[in-house]
């Protein structure tokens, strides 16, 4: 990769780098290990493969794409893997005022519902609440926009349903 190619990689990735922070969180939120492990993943896979990026989408689609598969391939793999001991984190509490720790509550409960969706399922669900477009959403995932329309709205309704009954 030259020069100029560094420097462009660089800056596109700075100024997206949350869409793979929202990947990992939205696939590992609670086992933070994971979440870092995998994050590294993608970046390793998203400079790789820099030099393939042609600018036929856009550079957020295009990482979108390659965190989501490389997310869901770490997926795949770790369920062959032998279940690992997780360790909590017990210590590190911080005060804070009810309105946050009921907000983060809600957040945590949201993500635990995201949690127990399908891969494809959960790329779907962090996409549409990144406000990518339906054409968006299909063009990354490779399904059809009434295919993602169709699994939306099943998601959405098994989210609720997880969410009033807090699981």
């Given at each position: 990769m030259n020069s ?10 700075n100024?997206n780098?949350g ?13 933070w290990?994971?979440?870092?492990d ?6 390793y896979?998203?400079?790789?493969s820099?030099?393939?990026f ?13 965190s989501?598969?490389t997310?869901?391939t770490h ?9 690992k ?12 005022s009810n309105?946050q720790l009921?907000?983060e509550?809600k ?10 969706l399908?891969a494809?399922?959960?790329s779907?669900?962090?996409?549409y ?11 990354i995932?490779?399904?059809t926009?009434t295919?993602?329309s169709v ?7 098994s989210?609720?349903e997880?969410?009033?009954s807090n699981?």
């Open positions: 100029s190619m560094h420097d462009q990689f660089l800056k596109d990735l100024q780098i869409i793979v922070h929202r990947v990992c969180t939205t696939f590992f939120f609670n086992d290990g994971e979440r870092e995998v994050l590294q993943e993608i970046m896979q998203l400079w790789k820099y030099p393939h042609n600018g036929a989408s856009k550079f957020s689609t295009w990482m979108y794409k390659v989501l598969n997310a869901i997926v795949r793999k770790s369920k062959r893997a032998p279940e001991e997780k360790l909590t984190d017990k210590y590190n509490q911080i005060a804070e309105e009921h907000t509550e957040m945590k409960l949201l993500y635990a519902g995201i949690h127990t399908s494809i399922d959960k779907i669900i962090l996409l609440l990144e406000e990518n477009s339906y054409d968006e959403i299909a063009s995932t490779g399904l926009k295919n993602v699994r939306l709205v099943r998601i959405k309704k989210l609720e997880k969410l009033k699981f």
